[in-house]
């Protein structure tokens, strides 16, 4: 069965961090690239990152740039996230995804996983 699943949310404190996993099953990472999309309470989801296969195009929104890192490891076909500095205003599921086009536009993106609670408080 081809699943990602992601974990490593929680509840973490303003200025807090925490580190993503997203973890694939049933087929491997290594020829995809990876996104991360959030959708906070109220609003649309959102592309905030993603990484091809080798690691060399990296792309981050604007508002988490200096604070959020994108990392893949193959051999363990997972991808990570981790989150530095966070604030009330990333409070939000965080999705992870795969597909074959490195762009932040949701529909390039075939896999998904089931999201996981990232909760900041003030």
């Known amino acids: 069965q081809v699943q990602l699943v992601e974990s490593g949310g929680g509840l973490v404190q303003f200025g807090g961090s925490l580190r993503l996993s997203c973890a694939a099953s049933?087929?491997?990472?290594?020829?995809?690239?990876i996104g991360w999309f959030r959708q906070a309470p109220g609003k649309e989801r959102e592309g905030i990152s993603f990484i091809n296969s080798r690691g060399d195009d990296i792309f981050y929104q604007d508002s988490v740039k200096g604070r959020f890192t994108i990392s893949r490891d193959n051999s363990k076909n997972t991808g990570y996230l981790q989150m530095n500095n966070l604030k009330p205003d990333n409070t939000a599921v965080y999705y992870c995804s795969t597909g074959p086009v490195a762009r932040m536009i949701g529909k390039f993106y075939q896999v998904w996983g089931v999201g996981t609670q990232v909760t900041v408080s003030s």
């Open positions: 049933g087929f491997s990472l290594a020829n995809h690239v």
